[in-house]
């Protein structure tokens, strides 16, 4: 049976740092929230941090919004985090697993979630990771686990396996969500749908093929194909 993205139980999230686009899939009743991170941030061509998060959120104000913190030191985070965290009710602040000297974020991680802010930890690839984490947070406060899926399938580890286990790591903890993160391709969101997680990210490219394509006919699709190419040898003008 053909399944589309509305037939999924997933959440989906876009991820994404251009203002038009995540505006057009905040409208979209299928996206359920939205992630960004200073990498996308600048590939958008952004400056200013502060500027485009409190305009961004001027118009997302009922979907949940990651935003991350971007300095290396953890005393600089943790004020980052809490600035962050003020400019919305919305907001998730996301904090990686470790700052650029494989120093842990944990004792920053638990120490926001006990002031009462909503963080996604983000760049998570190990199970270890993900049980450190699980100790860290706070039961009762929401929170995203982000483990980096699609990074580890491009070691040529089956990430499956490790969502479903980090899925097990995190059962004391009912309101952390567990998201997939780095989608690669359409096949990826059914992946994490199957596996259990809880988000899935989609950068907002892939999404735009999925809501086009996902659950299409193989035998329409095979179809337009033929045409593209018959089409295309036209236009070419190629003769023998």
Same mark, same amino acid.
């Given at each position: 049976?053909?399944? %589309?993205?509305?037939?999924? !139980?997933?959440?989906?999230?876009?991820?994404?740092?251009?203002?038009?686009?995540?505006?057009?899939?905040?409208?979209? *009743?299928?996206?359920?929230?939205? #992630?960004? !991170? *200073?990498?996308?941030?600048?590939?958008?061509?952004? %400056?200013?941090?502060?500027?485009?998060?409190?305009?961004?959120?001027?118009?997302?104000?009922?979907?949940?919004?990651?935003?991350?913190?971007?300095?290396?030191?953890?005393?600089?985070?943790?004020?980052?985090?809490?600035?962050?965290?003020? &400019?919305?009710?919305?907001?998730?602040?996301?904090?990686?697993?470790?700052? #650029?000297?494989?120093? =842990? =974020?944990?004792?920053?991680?638990?120490?926001?979630?006990?002031?009462?802010?909503?963080?996604?930890? #983000?760049?998570?690839?190990?199970?270890?990771?993900?049980?450190?984490?699980?100790?860290?947070?706070? *039961?009762?406060?929401?929170?995203?686990? =982000?483990?980096?899926?699609?990074?580890?399938?491009?070691?040529?580890?089956?990430?499956?396996?490790?969502? %479903?286990?980090?899925? #097990?790591?995190?059962?004391?903890?009912?309101?952390?969500?567990?998201? &997939?993160? =780095?989608?690669?391709?359409?096949?990826?969101?059914?992946?994490?749908?199957?596996?259990?997680?809880?988000?899935?990210?989609? *950068?907002?490219?892939?999404?735009?093929?999925?809501?086009?394509?996902?659950?299409?006919?193989?035998?329409?699709?095979?179809?337009?194909?033929?045409?593209?190419?018959? !089409?295309?040898?036209?236009?070419?003008?190629?003769?023998?």
């Amino acid at each position: 049976m053909k399944r %589309t993205l509305r037939d999924l !139980n997933i959440k989906i999230f876009a991820d994404g740092a251009d203002k038009a686009g995540m505006l057009q899939l905040n409208a979209d *009743p299928l996206i359920q929230g939205l #992630t960004t !991170n *200073p990498t996308l941030m600048r590939k958008a061509g952004l %400056t200013d941090f502060e500027s485009f998060a409190r305009d961004i959120l001027q118009t997302i104000t009922d979907k949940p919004l990651s935003l991350e913190v971007f300095s290396d030191e953890f005393s600089e985070m943790h004020r980052q985090a809490l600035k962050i965290n003020s &400019w919305g009710k919305n907001v998730y602040v996301k904090i990686p697993i470790t700052n #650029t000297r494989k120093e =842990s =974020s944990l004792p920053l991680i638990k120490a926001l979630a006990h002031e009462g802010v909503r963080v996604n930890v #983000t760049a998570i690839l190990t199970l270890e990771q993900v049980e450190g984490v699980a100790a860290a947070l706070h *039961p009762k406060l929401g929170a995203v686990v =982000s483990v980096f899926a699609g990074r580890i399938a491009d070691t040529g580890v089956d990430p499956v396996v490790i969502m %479903t286990q980090s899925k #097990t790591l995190l059962k004391a903890l009912p309101q952390a969500e567990l998201l &997939w993160a =780095s989608v690669r391709e359409v096949l990826n969101i059914y992946q994490a749908n199957d596996c259990g997680a809880h988000i899935v990210t989609v *950068p907002h490219d892939t999404l735009i093929k999925a809501i086009k394509m996902a659950g299409m006919d193989l035998g329409d699709l095979s179809l337009d194909t033929v045409k593209m190419f018959a !089409n295309d040898a036209k236009v070419a003008g190629f003769s023998l």
